[in-house]
């Protein structure tokens, strides 16, 4: 069986470091000018630039991360996402914990817990599958040329503005109804820790074994 000469030609791979040269110019060029708006503002724009390369580069998507299990039986993006979370406790807890002895305000939402929240979370999840994203699986791609998170993009915008304007009705009839429920206050700081991480450390041990049976 003779194999055509086209299937043994291999296209060649555009040499895209000017290209990446030329962003970094860019880059650095816009941070320098947006300097005088606020000190603020330059490592905003350094943060989003380094956090969009990560996601990139990583493919990091929520949406993947409960999806693939059902659809693929991979497992990699949970135990990130479990991992991510474990890492954010230790940080939003170092900061609220100092601010509760320092005898300060705790830092940070407690919002009311109800039926609200299940609803909500069932329908994003919802969306966000068919979507093929969420936030920032969406504007990741959205930065690699894909036409359909572009459509996704635009009306998660629309949505938003919507949920911002009516907010005040919602919050009055759904939202304030719920318990507001922070664990150090009702467990005490260091069993509301070890309840947090055993409970992430029971999700990454069931997302690791599910994921190798799959393999």
């Known amino acids: 069986m003779e194999v055509s000469k ?3 030609r291999k296209k ?14 860019i880059i650095i060029i816009l941070g320098y000018l ?22 990139r580069n990583s493919r990091f998507c929520f949406t993947a991360s409960l999806r693939d299990p059902v659809l693929t039986g991979g497992t990699s993006l949970s135990k990130a996402v479990i991992i991510t979370i474990a890492l954010a406790t230790i940080g939003f807890a170092a900061i609220q914990y ?13 919002s009311p817990s109800g039926v609200h929240i299940a609803i909500g979370a069932f329908m994003f ?15 990741m791609r959205v930065g690699e040329g894909f036409m359909m998170q572009w459509l996704s993009l635009i009306f998660f915008i629309i949505g938003s503005l919507w949920g911002a304007k009516h907010f005040g009705f919602w919050e009055n009839t ?42």
């Not at 630039?49 to 996601?55: A, M, S, V, Y």
């Open 12 to 25: 060649k791979k555009a040499n895209q470091i000017p290209v990446g040269i030329g962003l970094l110019i």
């Open 125 to 139: 999840g919802i969306g966000m599958v068919i979507a093929g994203g969420c936030a920032s699986g969406t504007l």
């Open 34 to 55: 947006i300097k005088n708006l606020g000190t603020k503002h330059p490592m905003s724009w350094l943060l989003g630039i380094l956090l969009g390369f990560t996601l």
């Open 98 to 110: 100092g601010a509760y002895i320092e005898g300060t305000s705790i830092p940070g939402n407690i």
């Open 174 to 215: 759904f939202m304030n109804r719920g318990k507001e429920v922070f664990l150090p206050d009702v467990l005490g700081w260091f069993p509301a820790l070890i309840l947090q991480f055993g409970l992430l450390l029971s999700l990454y041990i069931l997302a690791d074994r599910f994921g190798n049976k799959n393999n």
């Open 6 to 8: 086209g299937n043994k």
